[in-house]
């Protein structure tokens, strides 16, 4: 549920989650090695207060692990979320919140799509364009990261009956 909670709070992928480790963090940024992204890039992701508290719980039940989220020493499965939302007879997947995220990112906000997709770490298809981007917008993510956390914490879960 910590995994979850995180992956969505940082809209990141399952797999950047799942191989997330303690050593990656360092205050509220999140930095994912080129060889854990889909991009082959480094990315750096900035957390707000709730995604840095599930970080120090999670670490908190792994003990020695040198993964945030772990089964021992182990990181956890990469289908542990999903099978937690399919066990508990949600409709969604674990990825449908990177689009939840875009979609209230463009629907709700001010922020520009260029923000969103480098929140996201999506490619830029323009080869010029990618050729003359060399900054990550990291401050204006960090509060577009913040807003989102916000968001996401003041709403309500209808949990099904089961």
């Not at 990112?105 to 922020?111: D, I, K, L, N, R």
């Not at 929140?119 to 981007?133: D, G, S």
Request: aromatic share 8%; hydrophobic share 40%.
């Amino acid at each position: 549920a910590l995994a979850l909670e995180f992956t969505i709070l940082t809209a990141a992928r399952t797999g950047e989650v799942v191989g997330a480790k303690i050593d990656e963090v360092r205050g509220n940024i999140w930095y994912i090695p080129a060889e854990r992204m889909k991009t082959r890039k480094p990315h750096r992701v900035p957390m707000g207060s709730r995604a840095v508290e599930i970080i120090r719980e999670a670490q908190a039940l792994s003990g020695n692990s040198s993964y945030i989220f772990s089964r021992g020493l182990n990181p956890i499965g990469n289908m542990a979320m999903l099978s937690m939302i399919k066990r508990d007879k949600y409709a969604i997947t674990v990825h449908g919140f990177r689009s939840s995220f875009r979609d209230w990112v463009s629907e709700t906000t001010e922020y520009s799509g260029e923000v969103a997709e480098m929140a996201l770490a999506h490619v830029i298809a323009n080869k010029a364009e990618a050729a003359y981007r060399r900054g990550d917008l990291i401050d204006v993510r960090s509060r577009l990261m913040s807003d989102w956390e916000k968001y996401c914490l003041s709403l309500s879960v209808v949990v099904p009956n089961n």
